[in-house]
Protein backbone atom coordinates (compact mmCIF):
# COMPACT_ATOMS: atom_id res chain seq x y z
CA UNK A 1 0.00 0.00 0.00
CA UNK A 2 1.69 3.40 -0.81
CA UNK A 3 1.65 6.12 1.24
CA UNK A 4 -1.25 7.92 0.11
CA UNK A 5 -3.02 5.01 1.39
CA UNK A 6 -5.27 5.39 -1.05
CA UNK A 7 -6.84 8.86 -1.34
CA UNK A 8 -6.36 9.63 -4.56
CA UNK A 9 -9.66 7.15 -5.03
CA UNK A 10 -11.47 9.53 -2.60
CA UNK A 11 -10.65 12.91 -2.25
CA UNK A 12 -7.95 15.41 -3.35
CA UNK A 13 -5.90 15.52 -0.28
CA UNK A 14 -6.08 18.96 2.19
CA UNK A 15 -3.34 21.18 3.33
CA UNK A 16 -6.51 20.22 8.05
CA UNK A 17 -28.36 12.66 40.86
CA UNK A 18 -29.36 14.64 38.15
CA UNK A 19 -31.33 18.56 38.20
CA UNK A 20 -34.70 18.12 36.47
CA UNK A 21 -34.86 18.84 33.11
CA UNK A 22 -36.12 22.26 31.91
CA UNK A 23 -39.64 21.98 30.25
CA UNK A 24 -37.84 23.21 26.60
CA UNK A 25 -35.33 20.35 27.29
CA UNK A 26 -38.25 17.87 27.40
CA UNK A 27 -39.98 19.74 24.76
CA UNK A 28 -37.06 19.47 22.43
CA UNK A 29 -37.19 15.73 21.40
CA UNK A 30 -40.81 16.21 20.51
CA UNK A 31 -41.66 16.06 16.60
CA UNK A 32 -38.92 18.87 15.30
CA UNK A 33 -38.43 19.78 11.42
CA UNK A 34 -35.80 17.98 9.51
CA UNK A 35 -32.78 20.36 9.48
CA UNK A 36 -29.24 20.09 8.70
CA UNK A 37 -26.48 17.66 10.32
CA UNK A 38 -25.22 18.68 13.54
CA UNK A 39 -21.53 17.49 14.18
CA UNK A 40 -20.86 17.13 17.59
CA UNK A 41 -17.51 16.30 19.35
CA UNK A 42 -17.13 14.23 22.19
CA UNK A 43 -13.47 15.01 24.00
CA UNK A 44 -12.35 14.56 27.26
CA UNK A 45 -8.14 15.02 27.19
CA UNK A 46 -7.47 12.33 29.87
CA UNK A 47 -8.37 8.59 28.96
CA UNK A 48 -11.08 6.83 31.38
CA UNK A 49 -13.37 9.41 31.77
CA UNK A 50 -15.89 7.95 30.12
CA UNK A 51 -16.27 9.10 26.61
CA UNK A 52 -17.55 6.15 24.67
CA UNK A 53 -19.91 5.17 27.32
CA UNK A 54 -21.41 8.92 26.86
CA UNK A 55 -21.08 9.04 22.65
CA UNK A 56 -23.20 5.27 22.75
CA UNK A 57 -26.21 6.84 25.20
CA UNK A 58 -26.15 9.70 24.00
CA UNK A 59 -26.71 8.69 20.66
CA UNK A 60 -29.08 5.58 21.99
CA UNK A 61 -31.34 8.08 23.53
CA UNK A 62 -31.72 10.43 20.68
CA UNK A 63 -32.46 7.56 18.36
CA UNK A 64 -34.50 6.27 20.61
CA UNK A 65 -36.83 9.92 20.77
CA UNK A 66 -36.99 9.05 16.88
CA UNK A 67 -33.99 11.55 15.86
CA UNK A 68 -31.61 9.97 12.98
CA UNK A 69 -28.29 9.53 14.74
CA UNK A 70 -24.42 8.40 13.46
CA UNK A 71 -21.51 7.68 15.67
CA UNK A 72 -18.34 7.81 14.15
CA UNK A 73 -15.48 6.08 16.16
CA UNK A 74 -12.56 8.66 15.97
CA UNK A 75 -9.85 6.83 18.05
CA UNK A 76 -8.59 5.69 15.82
CA UNK A 77 -6.65 2.16 15.96
CA UNK A 78 -8.20 2.16 19.89
CA UNK A 79 -11.51 1.60 18.36
CA UNK A 80 -14.43 0.19 21.33
CA UNK A 81 -17.62 1.81 20.06
CA UNK A 82 -18.75 -1.39 18.25
CA UNK A 83 -17.62 -3.39 21.49
CA UNK A 84 -20.01 -1.23 24.16
CA UNK A 85 -22.94 -2.13 21.43
CA UNK A 86 -21.73 -6.04 21.40
CA UNK A 87 -20.95 -4.74 17.23
CA UNK A 88 -18.67 -6.99 14.87
CA UNK A 89 -17.26 -5.09 12.19
CA UNK A 90 -16.07 -6.64 9.20
CA UNK A 91 -15.09 -3.03 7.70
CA UNK A 92 -13.62 -0.03 9.41
CA UNK A 93 -12.57 3.27 8.82
CA UNK A 94 -9.05 1.85 6.83
CA UNK A 95 -11.00 0.26 4.34
CA UNK A 96 -12.08 3.79 3.27
CA UNK A 97 -8.64 5.36 3.37
CA UNK A 98 -7.51 2.52 1.27
CA UNK A 99 -10.39 3.18 -1.31
CA UNK A 100 -11.47 -0.52 -1.18
CA UNK A 101 -14.97 0.98 0.62
CA UNK A 102 -17.11 3.36 0.54
CA UNK A 103 -18.74 5.19 3.66
CA UNK A 104 -22.27 3.74 3.71
CA UNK A 105 -20.70 0.03 3.44
CA UNK A 106 -19.04 0.88 6.51
CA UNK A 107 -22.45 1.34 8.50
CA UNK A 108 -23.25 -1.00 11.89
CA UNK A 109 -26.48 -1.12 13.00
CA UNK A 110 -27.14 -1.05 16.56
CA UNK A 111 -30.76 -1.38 18.34
CA UNK A 112 -33.14 1.58 17.54
CA UNK A 113 -31.72 2.58 14.24
CA UNK A 114 -28.68 3.78 15.76
CA UNK A 115 -25.70 3.72 13.36
CA UNK A 116 -22.01 3.30 14.04
CA UNK A 117 -18.94 3.54 11.80
CA UNK A 118 -16.68 1.77 13.02
CA UNK A 119 -12.26 2.47 13.12
CA UNK A 120 -9.76 -0.04 13.43
CA UNK A 121 -9.02 -1.80 16.27
CA UNK A 122 -5.26 -2.58 17.21
CA UNK A 123 -4.14 -0.89 13.47
CA UNK A 124 -0.94 1.02 14.42
CA UNK A 125 -1.49 2.89 11.02
CA UNK A 126 -4.94 4.50 11.91
CA UNK A 127 -3.64 6.01 14.54
CA UNK A 128 -1.02 7.81 13.02
CA UNK A 129 -2.86 9.48 10.25
CA UNK A 130 -1.59 12.61 8.96
CA UNK A 131 -4.00 16.08 8.20
CA UNK A 132 -4.97 14.65 4.64
CA UNK A 133 -5.79 11.17 5.93
CA UNK A 134 -8.43 12.70 8.57
CA UNK A 135 -9.59 15.28 6.21
CA UNK A 136 -10.81 12.19 3.86
CA UNK A 137 -12.35 11.14 6.73
CA UNK A 138 -14.19 13.91 7.27
CA UNK A 139 -15.28 14.78 3.93
CA UNK A 140 -16.16 11.61 3.04
CA UNK A 141 -19.50 12.27 5.08
CA UNK A 142 -20.62 14.24 2.35
CA UNK A 143 -20.83 11.28 0.40
CA UNK A 144 -24.09 10.54 2.54
CA UNK A 145 -26.98 10.05 0.43
CA UNK A 146 -29.15 11.86 3.37
CA UNK A 147 -27.37 12.91 6.04
CA UNK A 148 -28.48 12.13 9.74
CA UNK A 149 -29.74 14.04 12.13
CA UNK A 150 -27.18 14.19 14.76
CA UNK A 151 -23.79 13.05 13.83
CA UNK A 152 -21.72 12.36 17.10
CA UNK A 153 -17.79 11.67 16.81
CA UNK A 154 -16.27 9.67 20.01
CA UNK A 155 -12.28 10.65 19.73
CA UNK A 156 -9.25 9.74 21.35
CA UNK A 157 -7.64 10.48 24.73
CA UNK A 158 -4.80 13.05 25.10
CA UNK A 159 -4.53 16.70 23.20
CA UNK A 160 -3.52 14.96 19.92
CA UNK A 161 -3.96 16.22 16.17
CA UNK A 162 -6.12 13.30 16.00
CA UNK A 163 -8.35 15.03 18.55
CA UNK A 164 -8.10 18.36 17.58
CA UNK A 165 -8.58 18.09 13.90
CA UNK A 166 -12.10 15.93 14.66
CA UNK A 167 -13.16 18.35 17.15
CA UNK A 168 -12.56 21.46 15.01
CA UNK A 169 -14.22 20.02 11.77
CA UNK A 170 -17.65 19.81 14.35
CA UNK A 171 -20.28 22.11 15.13
CA UNK A 172 -20.19 21.99 18.71
CA UNK A 173 -17.72 19.98 21.51
CA UNK A 174 -19.10 18.20 24.85
CA UNK A 175 -16.26 17.81 27.09
CA UNK A 176 -16.22 15.08 29.48
CA UNK A 177 -14.89 15.74 32.77
CA UNK A 178 -14.84 13.56 36.19
CA UNK A 179 -13.64 14.13 39.75
CA UNK A 180 -10.08 13.22 38.97
CA UNK A 181 -7.13 16.08 39.05
CA UNK A 182 -5.56 14.41 36.01
CA UNK A 183 -9.30 14.86 34.34
CA UNK A 184 -9.48 18.88 35.10
CA UNK A 185 -6.09 19.74 33.92
CA UNK A 186 -6.00 17.69 30.97
CA UNK A 187 -9.63 18.91 29.85
CA UNK A 188 -7.77 22.67 30.38
CA UNK A 189 -5.07 21.67 28.50
CA UNK A 190 -7.82 20.51 25.94
CA UNK A 191 -9.31 23.52 25.82
CA UNK A 192 -6.38 25.86 25.48
CA UNK A 193 -4.84 23.87 22.48
CA UNK A 194 -8.07 23.51 20.66
CA UNK A 195 -8.93 27.32 21.02
CA UNK A 196 -5.82 28.64 20.80
CA UNK A 197 -4.96 26.59 17.71
CA UNK A 198 -8.35 25.60 16.18
CA UNK A 199 -10.16 28.46 16.82
CA UNK A 200 -12.75 26.58 19.03
CA UNK A 201 -14.68 28.86 21.42
CA UNK A 202 -17.80 27.26 23.31
CA UNK A 203 -17.88 23.89 25.10
CA UNK A 204 -20.47 22.31 26.90
CA UNK A 205 -19.24 20.23 29.95
CA UNK A 206 -20.50 16.85 31.24
CA UNK A 207 -19.85 15.47 34.66
CA UNK A 208 -19.43 12.40 34.52
CA UNK A 209 -19.17 9.62 37.29
CA UNK A 210 -20.26 12.19 40.05
CA UNK A 211 -22.48 11.51 43.82
CA UNK A 212 -24.77 13.78 43.08
CA UNK A 213 -25.01 17.22 40.75
CA UNK A 214 -23.57 19.58 43.47
CA UNK A 215 -20.22 17.47 42.81
CA UNK A 216 -21.29 18.23 38.98
CA UNK A 217 -21.70 21.82 39.04
CA UNK A 218 -18.17 22.00 41.54
CA UNK A 219 -16.08 20.41 38.71
CA UNK A 220 -18.01 22.33 36.28
CA UNK A 221 -17.15 25.66 38.54
CA UNK A 222 -13.90 24.77 38.43
CA UNK A 223 -12.87 24.39 34.94
CA UNK A 224 -15.09 27.47 34.25
CA UNK A 225 -13.03 29.56 36.24
CA UNK A 226 -9.65 29.00 35.71
CA UNK A 227 -11.13 29.30 31.48
CA UNK A 228 -12.78 32.32 31.61
CA UNK A 229 -9.09 33.67 33.63
CA UNK A 230 -6.77 32.81 30.78
CA UNK A 231 -8.57 31.81 27.73
CA UNK A 232 -11.21 33.64 25.54
CA UNK A 233 -13.66 30.75 25.91
CA UNK A 234 -17.18 30.38 26.84
CA UNK A 235 -18.36 26.93 29.43
CA UNK A 236 -21.89 26.00 29.83
CA UNK A 237 -22.73 23.66 32.42
CA UNK A 238 -24.50 20.77 30.36
CA UNK A 239 -25.70 18.31 32.83
CA UNK A 240 -24.22 15.64 34.55
CA UNK A 241 -24.09 11.61 34.97
CA UNK A 242 -24.12 9.60 38.04
CA UNK A 243 -22.59 6.62 39.56
CA UNK A 244 -24.90 3.84 38.77
CA UNK A 245 -24.11 0.22 39.03
CA UNK A 246 -26.52 -0.42 35.84
CA UNK A 247 -24.52 1.70 33.92
CA UNK A 248 -21.63 -1.01 34.82
CA UNK A 249 -24.02 -3.94 34.28
CA UNK A 250 -24.86 -2.29 30.66
CA UNK A 251 -21.51 -1.86 29.87
CA UNK A 252 -20.37 -5.53 30.83
CA UNK A 253 -23.32 -6.60 28.64
CA UNK A 254 -22.18 -4.48 25.73
CA UNK A 255 -25.47 -2.70 25.74
CA UNK A 256 -26.64 1.01 26.34
CA UNK A 257 -28.05 1.68 29.79
CA UNK A 258 -30.75 3.83 28.21
CA UNK A 259 -31.96 0.46 25.99
CA UNK A 260 -31.45 -2.15 28.92
CA UNK A 261 -32.41 -0.17 32.11
CA UNK A 262 -34.40 2.73 31.35
CA UNK A 263 -35.64 3.77 34.34
CA UNK A 264 -32.16 3.77 36.18
CA UNK A 265 -30.11 6.93 37.24
CA UNK A 266 -27.94 6.96 34.71
CA UNK A 267 -30.54 6.29 31.39
CA UNK A 268 -32.73 8.92 33.02
CA UNK A 269 -29.53 11.65 32.95
CA UNK A 270 -28.81 10.79 29.56
CA UNK A 271 -32.02 11.11 28.27
CA UNK A 272 -31.85 14.56 30.14
CA UNK A 273 -28.57 15.19 28.10
CA UNK A 274 -30.40 14.53 24.94
CA UNK A 275 -33.69 16.84 25.55
CA UNK A 276 -30.34 19.72 26.05
CA UNK A 277 -28.77 18.99 23.10
CA UNK A 278 -32.25 18.60 20.68
CA UNK A 279 -32.78 22.51 22.41
CA UNK A 280 -29.22 23.88 21.33
CA UNK A 281 -29.81 26.79 18.96
CA UNK A 282 -28.15 26.68 15.61
CA UNK A 283 -24.28 26.39 15.97
CA UNK A 284 -21.83 28.64 14.25
CA UNK A 285 -20.21 27.16 11.36
CA UNK A 286 -16.53 26.43 11.13
CA UNK A 287 -14.96 29.17 9.05
CA UNK A 288 -14.41 29.24 5.51
CA UNK A 289 -11.06 27.97 5.50
CA UNK A 290 -11.60 25.37 8.16
CA UNK A 291 -12.68 21.58 6.68
CA UNK A 292 -15.85 20.37 8.38
CA UNK A 293 -17.87 17.62 8.75
CA UNK A 294 -21.10 17.76 5.62
CA UNK A 295 -19.65 20.98 4.35
CA UNK A 296 -21.04 19.85 1.10
CA UNK A 297 -24.36 18.64 2.59
CA UNK A 298 -27.60 20.76 2.56
CA UNK A 299 -31.07 19.51 5.02
CA UNK A 300 -33.19 17.54 3.40
CA UNK A 301 -36.77 16.51 3.94
CA UNK A 302 -35.97 13.07 3.59
CA UNK A 303 -35.60 10.35 5.57
CA UNK A 304 -31.98 8.55 6.02
CA UNK A 305 -31.18 6.15 3.42
CA UNK A 306 -28.44 3.68 2.64
CA UNK A 307 -27.38 2.04 5.27
CA UNK A 308 -30.28 -0.43 5.22
CA UNK A 309 -30.29 -0.16 9.54
Avoid at 34 to 49: P, S
Avoid at 152 to 181: H, K, M, Q, R, Y
Avoid at 247 to 256: D, E, G, M, P, T
Avoid at 278 to 285: A, H, I, K, Q, V
Wanted: hydrophobic share 45%; net charge neutral.
Amino acid sequence: MNQAWGLNRIFPLMAAHQEPMHRDQAAGLGVLPRRRCRTITIAGGKGGVGKSTVTVNLGMALSMAGREVMLLDADMGMANLDVLLGLTPSRHIGHLLDGSSGLEELVLCAPHGLKVIPAGSGARRLSQLGNGEHAAVIRAFDELAVPPDYLLVDTAAGVSDNVALFAAAADDVILVVCDEPASMTDAYALIKVLSRDFGVRRYHVVANMVRHVGEARQLYTKLARVSDRFLDVTLDFMGMVPHDEHLRQAIRRQSAVVDVAPTSRSAQAFKQLAGAVDTWGEPERPGHDRIAFFGGQAASEQAMSGSGC
